[in-house]
């Protein structure tokens, strides 16, 4: 899509033309751990800032000022300085924190412009997609209650948005929950938005091989009796919670 055209349809912040993305780290190869294309050789970006603030967040070094200093773990980086990292990638991960909250910024734009292979979004699905020709989503709005409160954590008019991407085959679910009555509201959540039921995902809570495979193993019945897909997290088995993976 031509650039100009793409920053029309999204009314960018046009305040922001001359900042870069603040990044908070860009890697691979590596394989992508989890969800429906787990398995699928890639490279992360991963940016700053996330709008919650989940207990059990694994990526806290992105957003929570509490515990980390945001301003030592970002770097502001151009669309081409980023874009020369990942030049030969044929799928590139765009990962957060919670990466929409860039996608009206010009640099943005840019980078999705100047990346070569295919690019997929992790968002939490709060905020409603814009028009910019992302590859996939994969939407992970957050059931559990130890975060932020329900009318924050869950947006339904932009799960609807993500919805009818899913029905293009552009969205899937993916839901992080850790006992079987967390899989029942995951379930009643996609019932609810009607998404397709053959990009429904659940996957265990944990930064741990220990705490993913127990969550794994108190979520696996109720997800089959839901008719829901079930993802591990590869790159946790592999590397525990360590960067990089
Ligand atoms: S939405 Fe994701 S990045 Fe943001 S706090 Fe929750 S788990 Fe962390």
Redesign the pocket.
């Known amino acids: 899509m031509d650039n100009h055209r793409a920053m029309e349809m999204i009314g960018y912040d046009a305040s922001w033309a001359d900042h870069g993305l603040d990044v908070s780290e860009v890697f691979g190869p590596v394989y992508q751990g989890e969800g429906p294309f787990a398995g699928r050789r890639c490279h992360f970006i991963r940016l700053m800032r ?1 709008n ?3 207990s059990w ?4 070094f ?2 929570d000022a509490s515990r980390f200093d945001l301003h030592a773990e970002s770097t502001e980086m151009t669309p081409l300085a980023i874009a020369d990292q990942v030049a030969d990638a044929s799928l590139v991960v765009i990962s ?3 990466p929409l909250m860039w996608q009206n910024r010009h640099a943005f734009v840019e980078l999705i412009d100047l990346i070569p292979g295919a690019v997929h979004v992790e968002t ?1 699905g709060t905020i409603h997609p814009s028009g910019l020709p992302i590859d996939h989503y994969v939407v992970s709005p ?1 059931v559990n209650d130890q ?1 932020d409160p329900l009318k924050k954590r869950i947006k339904f008019e932009a799960l609807r948005s993500f919805a009818a991407l899913a029905d293009q085959g552009r969205a899937s679910i993916k839901i992080v929950v850790r006992d079987a009555d967390e899989v029942h509201r995951a379930a009643d959540l996609m019932d609810g938005l009607q998404w397709p039921h053959e990009s429904r995902w659940v996957m265990p809570e944990g930064t741990s091989a220990t705490a993913l495979l127990a969550h794994a193993a108190a979520i696996e019945e109720a997800a089959l009796t839901r008719g829901l897909n079930l993802s591990l997290r590869q790159h946790v088995l592999l590397h525990g919670d360590q960067r990089g993976y």
């Open positions: 996330c919650l603030s989940c967040c694994d990526t806290p992105t957003w957060g924190g919670e939490n957050k975060g």
